[in-house]
């Protein structure tokens, strides 16, 4: 997801999106001189997308073997490979909002390098 697609849409409060076109600007400053070019770069940026406690939570606890999380037609599919089979994640099509039609992420990126974040490997016991 791009910061276009975050808030360029319906409902956005024109002021989140100035502060947070501020705050890329000014971090930026040294590389962007023109205000107009930043902003385009600003737009262009991609966003990690925001999880709730309860998403980080389902998906430090599914199986290791999933590396991706997509949504095609409104249901949310877990993928082992880039190009491997799909399989549809149940009873969580209602979770993982920020997730739109045809987007595919990394679970791993989603969850981040925190180690309170990161997934567990689970044993099961002999």
Do not use: C
């Not at 000014?26 to 991609?46: H, L, P, W």
């Amino acid at each position: 997801m791009t910061n276009a697609e975050n808030y360029l849409k319906d409902g956005v409060v024109a002021e989140e999106l100035w502060k947070k076109f501020q705050e890329y600007y000014y971090k930026n400053k040294s590389e962007e001189s023109d205000v107009g070019k930043a902003f385009i770069n600003f737009f262009e940026q991609q966003v990690k997308l925001t999880l709730t406690d309860d998403e980080r939570t389902i998906l430090r606890n599914i199986s290791r073997e999933f590396y991706f999380i997509l949504r095609i037609e409104g249901h949310l599919f877990l993928k082992k490979t880039k190009y491997g089979e799909m399989s549809h994640f149940t009873y969580f099509d209602r979770l993982f909002q920020s997730i739109k039609n045809g987007e595919e992420y990394s679970i791993e990126e989603l969850l981040g390098d925190d180690k309170e974040t990161s997934r567990k490997e689970i044993r099961l016991p002999n």
